[in-house]
């Protein structure tokens, strides 16, 4: 999510109203999977091994928007459906809907474990919700040498009510081919996005057929059984709603700067094969 400039900022409304329309366009894409509710295109030259764009869609019957957004904000239950998370923690308020968080999470070996700092910013729209991310840099958060950080251009989600108690979730992700793929949040259990270097296409097409389906249903499953945990687990604390309830330190734009990919270790994976990974497959 970058304007040309070099300069850190919260996407404002041109920002959430481009991230929908990608969303919801059909142009320029290319489907890869279509099954039982759940679609992924790709966007990018079919003729190369890099990716430039994954979207994908789900259908959720009785998850409302307003809860699947909750689930998405919620870190604490994050533990509980997130397998492969390390840890996520927010380090500080920009704004009443914008603040800057750290996530890792680990890979199968041989693959080296990720990391993030991001900027994320959230817009409720009526009956549905829009969710963005992009990679900062923090001075007191740098890469750690147990970790690959890993830099995402442009992530988010759009949150579309169908109903009273059903919605459509969309997940969009925009990687940087010259230096570490990434996804952040949804896809964390996916390790196989967080691959450097270039895509070869065995990669892209498991993503699609297999990786991403799974990663979506999963988000689906916790969506259902998030309101009966919210009851047990102080269910009127929700910050991201209530912005009186945020006791995060305040932050200043001026405190952050652009991550690039370029800028950061360079971590050749692409030779790994699929039989490499493929058992990794089913830990997912």
Same mark, same amino acid.
């Given at each position: 999510?970058?304007?040309?400039?070099?300069?850190?900022?919260?996407? !404002?409304?041109?920002?959430?109203?481009?991230f929908r329309e990608q969303c919801e366009s059909a142009e320029g894409w290319h489907c890869r999977y279509n099954k039982a509710g759940v679609t992924v295109w790709s966007q990018g030259q079919e003729e190369s091994c890099t990716v430039q764009k994954i979207k994908t869609r789900i259908s959720c019957k009785d998850v409302s928007a307003e809860t699947l957004y909750d689930?998405?904000? !919620?870190?604490?239950?994050?533990?509980?459906?997130?397998?492969?998370?390390? @840890?996520?923690?927010?380090? $500080? +308020?920009?704004?009443? %809907?914008?603040?800057?968080?750290?996530?890792?999470?680990?890979?199968?070996?041989?693959?080296? =474990?990720?990391?993030?700092?991001?900027? +994320?910013?959230?817009?409720?729209?009526? %009956?549905?919700?829009?969710?963005? =991310?992009?990679?900062?840099?923090?001075?007191?958060?740098?890469?750690?040498?147990?970790?690959?950080?890993?830099?995402?251009?442009?992530? $988010?989600? &759009?949150?579309?009510? %169908? $109903?009273?108690?059903?919605?459509?979730?969309?997940?969009?992700? #925009?990687? !940087?081919?010259?230096?570490?793929?990434?996804?952040? $949040?949804?896809?964390?259990?996916?390790?196989?996005?967080? *691959?450097?270097?270039?895509?070869?296409?065995?990669?892209? =097409?498991?993503?699609? #057929?297999?990786?991403?389906?799974?990663?979506?249903?999963?988000?689906?499953?916790?969506? *259902?059984?998030?309101?009966?945990?919210? +009851? +047990?687990?102080?269910?009127?604390?929700?910050?991201?709603?209530?912005? /009186?309830? =945020?006791?995060?330190?305040?932050?200043? &734009?001026? /405190?952050?700067?652009? #991550?690039?990919? !370029?800028?950061? @270790?360079?971590?050749? /994976?692409?030779?790994?094969? @699929? @039989?490499? &990974?493929?058992?990794?497959?089913?830990?997912?």
């Amino acid at each position: 999510m970058s304007r040309g400039g070099e300069m850190v900022y919260i996407p !404002d409304d041109s920002d959430f109203s481009s991230f929908r329309e990608q969303c919801e366009s059909a142009e320029g894409w290319h489907c890869r999977y279509n099954k039982a509710g759940v679609t992924v295109w790709s966007q990018g030259q079919e003729e190369s091994c890099t990716v430039q764009k994954i979207k994908t869609r789900i259908s959720c019957k009785d998850v409302s928007a307003e809860t699947l957004y909750d689930v998405l904000h !919620d870190t604490h239950y994050r533990k509980k459906w997130d397998s492969h998370m390390i @840890e996520t923690y927010d380090i $500080g +308020r920009l704004t009443v %809907n914008a603040d800057v968080g750290y996530y890792s999470w680990k890979c199968p070996s041989p693959l080296k =474990n990720r990391d993030f700092v991001t900027l +994320r910013s959230w817009l409720p729209l009526g %009956n549905d919700y829009i969710i963005l =991310n992009y990679s900062v840099k923090h001075p007191k958060y740098p890469p750690r040498k147990d970790f690959v950080r890993a830099v995402s251009l442009q992530t $988010g989600y &759009l949150i579309k009510a %169908n $109903g009273t108690s059903a919605c459509v979730l969309y997940y969009l992700t #925009q990687v !940087d081919p010259r230096g570490i793929l990434s996804d952040h $949040g949804l896809f964390s259990t996916q390790w196989i996005w967080a *691959l450097a270097g270039s895509l070869p296409k065995w990669v892209v =097409n498991r993503v699609s #057929q297999f990786v991403a389906p799974k990663a979506m249903k999963k988000i689906y499953k916790a969506g *259902l059984k998030y309101p009966e945990w919210k +009851r +047990r687990h102080d269910p009127g604390y929700k910050p991201w709603v209530y912005p /009186e309830q =945020n006791t995060l330190p305040s932050l200043s &734009l001026a /405190e952050l700067s652009l #991550q690039h990919a !370029d800028s950061l @270790e360079h971590i050749d /994976e692409t030779g790994l094969s @699929e @039989e490499h &990974l493929s058992a990794s497959d089913h830990e997912a």
